[in-house]
């Protein structure tokens, strides 16, 4: 926590190990089995890790966290054994600095990334996964002074940045995607790609 004179820190493991899925669909026919074959769980647990103190006693605080996400799994109603894969690491600093009795200074700044790979929908071939790389990158910082008893001056300023990617230049120079009315199966490349930009600062 920042802002104190006490040190403290946490660290966190949570997970869902594989067995921990059951499978109620035993007593379907085969064709029916393999559409509606539960989840299969390869990896899936998220750990953070959290300290926070003084740097110099009622003056300056720090604290940081770091957390890291992992979702590995053969997806539900999927054709194939192609696994998706989702890594989220994220990464905190926050600064808290009292200079005088009527001056205060904090800030932070955040770094959040995800990448996800083999994004399937039901009924579609392995070859029309989709891939996703989200990067965004947050920061805060706030000045306030109290000149007197009834006066505050403050100054804030935030900002947020989007960069958000889907499929590989190859990819979407690829075949186009193509869809059985029949059967309903997907097949020969992803549906759609997009790629989103932007900030906004307040």
Do not use: C
Not at 6 to 21: A, D, I, K, M
Not at 30 to 56: H, K, T
């Amino acid at each position: 926590r920042s802002g104190s004179n006490r040190f403290s820190g946490l660290f966190e493991y949570r997970t869902t190990r594989p067995r921990w899925v059951s499978d109620n669909t035993g007593n379907l026919p085969d064709a029916l089995r393999s559409q509606f074959r539960p989840q299969e769980i390869l990896s899936r647990w998220n750990s953070s890790v959290q300290v926070g103190g003084p740097i110099r006693r009622d003056r300056l605080f720090f604290f940081a966290g770091f957390e890291q996400r992992r979702d590995k799994a053969i997806q539900a109603g999927t054709i194939g054994n192609v696994p998706f894969d989702q890594r989220q690491p994220i990464v905190l600093v926050r600064l808290n600095a009292v200079p005088s009795r009527h001056l205060r200074i904090e800030g932070y700044i955040q770094a959040d990334q995800n990448r996800s790979k083999g994004i399937l929908v039901r009924n579609a071939l392995p070859e029309t996964a989709t891939d996703r790389n989200t990067r965004m990158p947050t920061w805060n910082g706030r000045v306030a002074w109290t000149g007197a008893a009834n006066t505050l001056v403050e100054f804030r300023n935030g900002r947020v940045d989007l960069d958000d990617e889907t499929l590989s230049v190859a990819r979407r120079a690829g075949p186009p995607p193509r869809r059985d009315r029949v059967t309903g199966i997907s097949s020969g490349n992803a549906g759609r790609f997009a790629d989103q930009f932007g900030y906004r600062n307040v």
